[in-house]
């Protein structure tokens, strides 16, 4: 691969992500490098508005004047209901065989809350007189239903806060119990002749019962590119294609997830009219609405480093070297990725040393790597230095090397102890004495 493809930006050492070092496994003749990093937290959000502020009223005086109804009232509420959730988590890349990238949240990392507002006001209306004016300050109430949740993200299939409930009620909630007259503050202007002032004589009673129940359905994490591949349960990955041209990826994602919701909200008044023996429950509910919707969360970017190695030669050819002598050769190996480069470099023929075998760059640099050339014996020699590392465009790469040992008249023979061999010279023409050299000469 061409320097030109895998160049990247300038190396400003802008990290994404949090790096974990790579780690050098031996398995059968091969090697691996194995590697893995986390894009920083990111947090998934959204608002509902699930009722819009609105104003409601009875319309209607109740129970309505007529007869020898003395009074009617009328109430007038108004409500509305919000609720959200966020999510954070990381997204986690493995490779060499392929980039998988995971998604994982962050402990305690996920939070949700409903609200439900109301607040009244009640009239009173004089039959007789047909005045109109407010009824106690009691009646004029501002109740809430609300809850909140932590709980681990991302809500997906095998996550066991999956769903996320949330619920608060009220029962019988008493409002006001009395008189009109101790609502008016005193007589209401109505007197029967011999009985007395009347609003004495009729009693109210409020009361609410009301429930809201949500429950959070995690759906999927989305790329935002390729909407039809999504992680849809906690142990499930995606295999992404690193990038050619770059080593910083970005992944698009967004987050979706399904919502139910329920509410009910029901005033019952309850007015009873002792001298008549009269009694009337008024049961109130107030019109909300109920269902489920699709959340689409604000999408976010994950980013990822990759290393990328790059070797100027490929191959190399040395002098003819007699055995027992040696050429050397020496090429720049250079991380040009914006992660750290690690690998391991091997000879596979042991005529031809690297030197070093281990290589660790830090994004833009290099090393320089050495390669002998120590026959030992005559003929054609060829080789390959192996680079195992993270780089996941290149996780393995190759470096050709040929050589050609000539007889000389010089006499070897080979001797073989153990795995090492040696060479031991037997006869020189110019008439030196016997001299044995190893096997690393």
Same mark, same amino acid.
């Given at each position: 691969?061409?320097?030109?493809?895998?160049?990247?930006?300038?190396?400003? /050492?802008?990290? @994404?992500?949090?790096?974990?070092? %790579? +780690?050098?496994?031996?398995?059968?003749?091969?090697?691996?490098?194995?590697?893995?990093?986390?894009? +920083?937290?990111?947090?998934?959000?959204?608002?509902?508005?699930?009722?819009?502020?609105?104003?409601?009223?009875?319309?209607?005086?109740?129970?309505?004047?007529?007869?020898?109804?003395?009074?009617?009232?009328?109430?007038?509420?108004?409500?509305?209901?919000?609720? !959200?959730?966020?999510?954070?988590?990381?997204?986690? %890349?493995?490779?060499?065989?392929?980039?998988?990238?995971? @998604?994982?949240?962050?402990?305690?990392?996920?939070?949700?809350?409903?609200?439900?507002?109301?607040?009244?006001?009640?009239?009173?209306?004089?039959?007789?007189?047909?005045?109109?004016?407010?009824?106690?300050?009691?009646?004029?109430?501002? /109740?809430?239903?609300?809850?909140?949740?932590?709980?681990?993200?991302?809500?997906?299939?095998?996550?066991?806060?999956?769903?996320?409930?949330?619920?608060?009620s009220i029962d019988h909630f008493l409002i006001y119990e009395g008189t009109l007259a101790d609502m008016v503050g005193g007589?209401?202007?109505?007197?029967?002749?011999?009985?007395?002032?009347?609003?004495?004589?009729?009693?109210?009673?409020?009361?609410?019962?009301?429930?809201?129940?949500?429950?959070?359905?995690?759906?999927?994490?989305?790329?935002?590119?390729?909407?039809?591949?999504?992680?849809?349960?906690?142990d499930q990955y995606l295999v992404i294609e690193p990038p050619l041209v770059g080593t910083i990826m970005e992944i698009p994602?967004?987050?979706?997830?399904?919502?139910?919701?329920?509410?009910?909200?029901?005033?019952?008044?309850?007015?009873?009219?002792?001298?008549?023996?009269?009694?009337? &429950?008024?049961?109130?509910?107030?019109?909300?609405?109920? !269902?489920?919707?699709?959340?689409?969360?604000?999408?976010?970017?994950?980013?990822?480093?990759?290393?990328?190695?790059?070797?100027?030669?490929?191959?190399?050819?040395?002098?003819?070297?007699? &055995?027992?002598?040696?050429?050397?050769?020496?090429?720049?190996?250079?991380?040009?990725?914006?992660?750290? /480069?690690?690998?391991?470099?091997?000879?596979?023929?042991?005529?031809?040393?690297?030197?070093?075998?281990?290589?660790? /760059?830090?994004?833009?640099?290099?090393?320089?790597?050495?390669?002998?050339?120590?026959?030992?014996?005559?003929?054609?020699?060829?080789?390959?230095?192996?680079?195992?590392?993270?780089?996941?465009?290149?996780?393995?790469?190759?470096?050709?090397?040929?050589?050609?040992?000539?007889?000389?008249?010089?006499?070897?023979?080979?001797?073989?102890?153990?795995?090492?061999?040696?060479?031991?010279?037997?006869?020189?023409?110019?008439?030196?004495?016997?001299?044995?050299?190893?096997?690393?000469?």
């Amino acid at each position: 691969m061409s320097k030109m493809i895998k160049t990247i930006m300038p190396v400003l /050492l802008i990290l @994404f992500s949090v790096n974990v070092f %790579a +780690e050098i496994k031996q398995e059968s003749d091969e090697w691996r490098v194995y590697d893995e990093q986390y894009s +920083e937290e990111i947090e998934f959000e959204y608002r509902d508005v699930l009722i819009e502020h609105q104003k409601w009223g009875t319309g209607d005086w109740l129970p309505g004047c007529g007869g020898l109804m003395p009074l009617s009232v009328k109430f007038n509420v108004e409500y509305g209901a919000e609720m !959200g959730a966020k999510m954070k988590g990381r997204a986690h %890349a493995k490779w060499p065989e392929a980039v998988k990238v995971y @998604f994982e949240g962050t402990p305690n990392g996920g939070e949700a809350d409903m609200f439900y507002g109301i607040n009244m006001e009640a009239l009173w209306k004089n039959c007789y007189s047909g005045q109109e004016q407010e009824l106690s300050k009691w009646l004029n109430f501002d /109740l809430s239903f609300q809850d909140y949740k932590i709980y681990e993200p991302f809500l997906l299939d095998g996550n066991v806060d999956n769903p996320v409930s949330m619920e608060d009620s009220i029962d019988h909630f008493l409002i006001y119990e009395g008189t009109l007259a101790d609502m008016v503050g005193g007589s209401c202007g109505l007197s029967i002749p011999f009985i007395g002032d009347i609003c004495s004589l009729i009693h109210f009673k409020f009361e609410l019962d009301g429930k809201m129940y949500v429950e959070i359905f995690g759906s999927r994490i989305a790329l935002d590119e390729k909407q039809g591949r999504s992680i849809f349960s906690d142990d499930q990955y995606l295999v992404i294609e690193p990038p050619l041209v770059g080593t910083i990826m970005e992944i698009p994602v967004h987050y979706e997830s399904k919502v139910y919701y329920e509410t009910i909200i029901i005033f019952t008044i309850t007015i009873r009219i002792r001298i008549l023996e009269l009694e009337f &429950p008024i049961p109130i509910e107030i019109p909300i609405a109920d !269902g489920d919707k699709i959340w689409t969360y604000n999408s976010q970017t994950v980013y990822f480093n990759f290393p990328a190695i790059f070797i100027d030669r490929r191959s190399h050819k040395f002098a003819d070297t007699v &055995p027992g002598d040696e050429d050397y050769w020496e090429f720049e190996v250079e991380n040009i990725g914006s992660r750290p /480069l690690e690998g391991k470099i091997i000879s596979d023929n042991s005529n031809f040393i690297v030197m070093p075998d281990t290589v660790n /760059l830090d994004p833009g640099g290099s090393t320089t790597v050495t390669v002998f050339f120590k026959p030992y014996d005559v003929g054609t020699k060829k080789g390959t230095i192996k680079f195992y590392s993270n780089d996941p465009v290149e996780p393995y790469t190759t470096v050709s090397l040929f050589g050609y040992s000539s007889e000389s008249d010089t006499q070897w023979t080979k001797v073989i102890e153990g795995d090492e061999p040696r060479w031991e010279v037997v006869s020189k023409g110019n008439g030196c004495s016997v001299s044995v050299i190893g096997g690393e000469q």
